[in-house]
Every structure is written in C-alpha cells, then in structure tokens.
C-alpha cells in the first residue's frame, strides 16, 4: 500500500535551518510528481512547493520561495525539503503528498510533521 | 488572505444537502480544475473530489462537485454525522504559477 513519512521535524530558532525528509513506498516513485503543503495550528492548508517526477522542474509559494529547497532522491525513494532562515510564521504541520497522474489531484498525503520556530 | 474563497462554517441536520461555495478567478478555477479535501479532524487531508467534479474511488456518490465560470461548489447530500470535518478546495493558479487553497469550510453536523 502507499505510504508516506515524513521526518524531520522539530522546534527551532528563527533565522535558522531544517530539513524534512519523505520516504515512500508502495508506488513507482520516479513516475510522480510531489507536493509539500503545510498546515499552521488551527487554520488551513497552504501550498508550499511540487516538484516534477524527475526533478527537473519545482514550483515555490512566495512566501517560501528562496529560503526553501524541494529535492528528491528517486534511488533512494525519498523527498526532501531544505528550509532555510526560518519564520515564526513557518510554524506548521508539513505533510509530504502525492500528485496523482492525469490531474488527478493529490491522491496520498503523509500523516505530517511539526515543525515550530520559536525563540 | 486566501486566493480562493469559501464560507468559514456550514452546517445541516442528518439527511440534509449542503453546500459549499469556493470562489476564485480566471487565473485558477476560471481556466483550471477544482479539487476538493476532506480533513478530519486530527488527520491528514483526503481528497474528494478531483477535475471538478470525479470522484475517487471509495468516495459515496453523496459527495459531489461543480463549477461555473470562476466558481465551484462541493455538496453533500445524505448529510451523516461522520462527514462532519474541514473542506478545503484548491486550484492551479496561472499567475502565480502555484497551486492555491481555499480557506476551509467546517461543516457540523447538528
């Protein structure tokens, strides 16, 4: 079955760096394109970042383009997301998803994971 | 501030039919598909309803979706105490060359 784990996350300070990490399984990886959306506590789901099923072409939100990283290893089935000088606004659940084929729309998500920026 | 907009709550008793508004522009809904998610509470989000208005298997043909010009609806019918959650739609947005969210809906059901 497909599934998606997120990792990585943590409290941190403002200003400094994380990365998350999403490891799959249960689908031929390199055939798909990935999302990283985000969820601040008690509001609603933001779009962060997608990256094409080879790596090659990556879209950002603006509120995290140039400070965030999307990559992906397809021999090792794993995503990551760099994230780099860090808001208290970045403070969110980060779920790891799936974009299926067709527009299809985004068919798995992770179950999440924390990360909260704080002094 | 969302791209999209959507009403902040909806409700309805069992067996009723709602609706749930999610409104954009001609740079997302206006020339893109609409997809909708269900999150309930304490969960990852699912997806609902994909190309506006298909169904994923496994989703009760309760739920359905539509779009006119720069809006797009989702309903339920049948209304069931376990459809009580948070809807979200989303769109691909041209100008912003990225994917957008509504605000979410939280739907109780009374």
């Known amino acids: 079955q497909v599934q998606l784990v997120e990792s990585g996350g943590g409290v941190v300070q403002p200003g400094r760096s994380l990365r998350l990490s999403c490891a799959v399984s249960?689908?031929?990886?390199?055939?798909?394109?990935m999302h990283w959306v985000r969820q601040a506590p008690g509001k609603g789901l933001e779009w962060v970042a997608i990256?094409?099923?080879?790596?090659?072409?990556?879209y950002y939100a603006d509120s995290v383009k140039g400070r965030f990283t999307f990559s992906r290893d397809n021999s090792k089935n794993t995503l990551f997301l760099q994230m780099n000088s860090l808001r208290p606004e970045d403070t969110a659940v980060y779920y790891c998803?799936?974009?299926?084929?067709?527009?299809?729309?985004?068919?798995?998500w992770g179950q999440g994971t924390l990360v909260t920026v704080s002094s | 501030q969302s791209v999209l907009t959507q009403p902040p709550s909806a409700s309805g008793t069992p067996g009723q039919r709602v609706t749930i508004s999610c409104s954009g522009s001609s740079s997302n809904i206006g020339s893109n598909y609409v997809y909708w998610y269900q999150q309930l509470p304490a969960t990852a989000p699912k997806l609902l309803i994909y190309?506006?208005?298909q169904r994923p298997s496994g989703v009760p043909d309760r739920f359905s979706g539509s779009k006119s010009g720069t809006s797009a609806s989702l309903a339920i019918s049948g209304l069931r105490s376990e459809d009580e959650a948070d809807y979200f739609c989303?769109?691909?947005?041209?100008?912003?060359?990225?994917?957008?969210f509504g605000g979410g809906t939280k739907l109780t059901v009374l």
């Open positions: 998803a799936r974009e299926g084929a067709s527009y299809s729309g985004i068919d798995y």
């Open positions: 990256i094409s099923y080879d790596g090659s072409n990556k």
């Open positions: 249960g689908f031929t990886f390199s055939n798909y394109a």
């Open positions: 190309r506006n208005d």
């Open positions: 989303s769109a691909w947005d041209d100008s912003l060359s990225g994917w957008v």
